[in-house]
Structures are given as structure tokens and as C-alpha cells.
């Protein structure tokens, strides 16, 4: 029996593909950040956590959740869930390059900010997601999620950009931020790269908390250590959504 050419060249090309080397750790972490700007829309739903401990014996802690969608690279609409000191609280917001909307729930109105904190810029979904801040990948394993297998990646965060992108989100003020650590996991489709979750921990020093000082402490009370964590899922790549604009300003 006879095999056809165009036959023969199909299984010599199949041989071929099932044989290529698997991208890198480093590699396939560029193609994933790649293909999540290029998605144009995706679905975001996460976790996180934030603790400050200042040198004066204060310290707080909250949780929150956050759930929205985004238009990669720089505009996203998100729902925060906030518990703090046991009360719940719900803050929407909208970004939209750099520019952050928030909506007064007692009043209903947006107001805008001249950009984000200090905070939200480190637990920023799509900020997160930057090539440049990512070094030292390695695989961890191989786990399935919704049904997809996935591959594991663990990274080291660039503390340098960490810093400075804080410090451009803090402007004018007098706290300084230092001692940045910042650790990070991805996990990637193997069908077709994507990113479908991220996990970012980041922990800084910082002086200059004159709202958190206790009158009569020594020098450098005003210190503290900041520890912040952020959990994210993306799906629905691509998927049509409401388009993302900014809102109406009330006076």
C-alpha cells in the first residue's frame, strides 16, 4: 500500500511538531505576557491582602477581593471588596491610563484622582503583568486549571522598578520607601499561552507615616514594614465586554 505525497509530507510535518523543544521558562513567560496585551478584553477576579506593622506597636491588616474586566494594556473596570476591623465595604473603580475614577456610594457620583497610590499601583492587575520587572522564571509543575493544563512559574521581581514606580505614584509626599522584596508565579495554558493567573507578594519599608507616628515616640517610630499580596485570575480572553471609558465627573 502507497502513501500519497501530500500524506507523507502532513505526518513528516506532524513528527516535526510533536518532536520541537518546548519554549523556555523565560520564553513562554514573554509569549504569555505577549498574548494577554494582544487579547484586547479579559476577565479579572482575585484575592489579596495588605499588613502594615509600624516601629510605634500600630498595625492593621485587611482583606479584599476584586473582581472586573480589562482592556490590556491600561484600562480596567473593578469592583473592590474591603474588610476592615470586621466591616465590609465596595469601592468601583475605573482606570484608564494612569488616571484612576472612583464611585461615592453615598452619593453616587465618580470622582477622578490624579493617579493611583502607592498601593494600588503594586497590587495593579494589569501593572503586575510587565516583562521588564520579571527575571529569574523557573517551571514548578504542571496544574490544570478550569481544565486546561497549565505550566507553573515561579519569578523574582525587579525591587528596583517595585520602588520606583512607587515613588512615581506617591508624588509629592514625604514617605520614603525602601527594602523592597518582591516574589512572584504565573501560570500559563500550554495550548495557547495565556495567562490565567498570577500571584504577586511584595514587601517594602517605609518612613515618613506621619498619620501613624505616636506623639512622643523616639525617632524613626514613623517606620513601618508593608506586606502585600495579590491573587489573580484571568479568563475570557478576548470575549466582548462592555467597553471601558471614563465616567462622568460629578461637581
Given at each position: 500500500?502507497?502513501?500519497?505525497?501530500?500524506?507523507?509530507?502532513?505526518?513528516?510535518?506532524?513528527?516535526?511538531?510533536?518532536?520541537?523543544?518546548?519554549?523556555?521558562?523565560?520564553?513562554?513567560?514573554?509569549?504569555?505576557?505577549?498574548?494577554?496585551?494582544?487579547?484586547?478584553?479579559?476577565?479579572?477576579?482575585?484575592?489579596?491582602?495588605?499588613?502594615?506593622?509600624?516601629?510605634?506597636?500600630?498595625?492593621?491588616?485587611?482583606?479584599?477581593?476584586?473582581?472586573?474586566?480589562?482592556?490590556?494594556?491600561?484600562?480596567?473596570?473593578?469592583?473592590?471588596?474591603?474588610?476592615?476591623?470586621?466591616?465590609?465595604?465596595?469601592?468601583?473603580?475605573?482606570?484608564?491610563?494612569?488616571?484612576?475614577?472612583?464611585?461615592?456610594?453615598?452619593?453616587?457620583?465618580?470622582?477622578?484622582?490624579?493617579?493611583?497610590?502607592?498601593?494600588?499601583?503594586v497590587i495593579d492587575p494589569l501593572g503586575n503583568v510587565d516583562a521588564s520587572v520579571i527575571h529569574d522564571v523557573v517551571e514548578?509543575?504542571?496544574?490544570?486549571?478550569?481544565?486546561?493544563?497549565?505550566?507553573?512559574?515561579?519569578?523574582?521581581?525587579?525591587?528596583?522598578?517595585?520602588?520606583?514606580?512607587?515613588?512615581?505614584?506617591?508624588?509629592?509626599?514625604?514617605?520614603?520607601?525602601?527594602?523592597?522584596?518582591?516574589?512572584?508565579?504565573?501560570?500559563?495554558?500550554?495550548?495557547?499561552?495565556?495567562?490565567?493567573?498570577?500571584?504577586?507578594?511584595?514587601?517594602?519599608?517605609?518612613?515618613?507615616?506621619?498619620?501613624?507616628?505616636?506623639?512622643?515616640?523616639?525617632?524613626?517610630?514613623?517606620?513601618?514594614?508593608?506586606?502585600m499580596s495579590l491573587d489573580m485570575h484571568f479568563s475570557h480572553h478576548g470575549e466582548a465586554f462592555p467597553q471601558i471609558t471614563?465616567?462622568?465627573?460629578?461637581?
Amino acid at each position: 500500500m502507497s502513501i500519497s505525497r501530500p500524506a507523507a509530507v502532513l505526518a513528516i510535518a506532524g513528527l516535526l511538531v510533536a518532536c520541537a523543544p518546548e519554549p523556555t521558562a523565560s520564553a513562554l513567560t514573554a509569549t504569555g505576557i505577549a498574548n494577554l496585551k494582544n487579547a484586547k478584553t479579559v476577565q479579572l477576579d482575585g484575592s489579596g491582602s495588605i499588613a502594615l506593622k509600624a516601629q510605634s506597636g500600630l498595625s492593621f491588616a485587611f482583606d479584599f477581593k476584586l473582581s472586573g474586566n480589562a482592556e490590556p494594556p491600561d484600562r480596567a473596570r473593578m469592583s473592590v471588596q474591603l474588610t476592615v476591623l470586621g466591616n465590609n465595604f465596595t469601592v468601583e473603580t475605573i482606570a484608564i491610563a494612569g488616571k484612576e475614577y472612583t464611585l461615592d456610594a453615598a452619593s453616587g457620583k465618580w470622582t477622578a484622582g490624579s493617579g493611583t497610590s502607592k498601593v494600588t499601583s503594586v497590587i495593579d492587575p494589569l501593572g503586575n503583568v510587565d516583562a521588564s520587572v520579571i527575571h529569574d522564571v523557573v517551571e514548578v509543575d504542571r496544574p490544570e486549571i478550569d481544565g486546561k493544563k497549565t505550566r507553573h512559574l515561579r519569578y523574582q521581581a525587579d525591587t528596583t522598578k517595585i520602588i520606583q514606580g512607587m515613588r512615581q505614584s506617591a508624588g509629592a509626599s514625604p514617605q520614603s520607601i525602601s527594602n523592597a522584596q518582591g516574589t512572584g508565579e504565573l501560570c500559563i495554558r500550554i495550548d495557547d499561552s495565556q495567562i490565567v493567573r498570577q500571584l504577586v507578594k511584595v514587601s517594602v519599608d517605609m518612613t515618613g507615616l506621619a498619620g501613624f507616628a505616636v506623639p512622643g515616640a523616639a525617632p524613626g517610630a514613623d517606620s513601618a514594614s508593608m506586606e502585600m499580596s495579590l491573587d489573580m485570575h484571568f479568563s475570557h480572553h478576548g470575549e466582548a465586554f462592555p467597553q471601558i471609558t471614563a465616567p462622568p465627573v460629578g461637581p
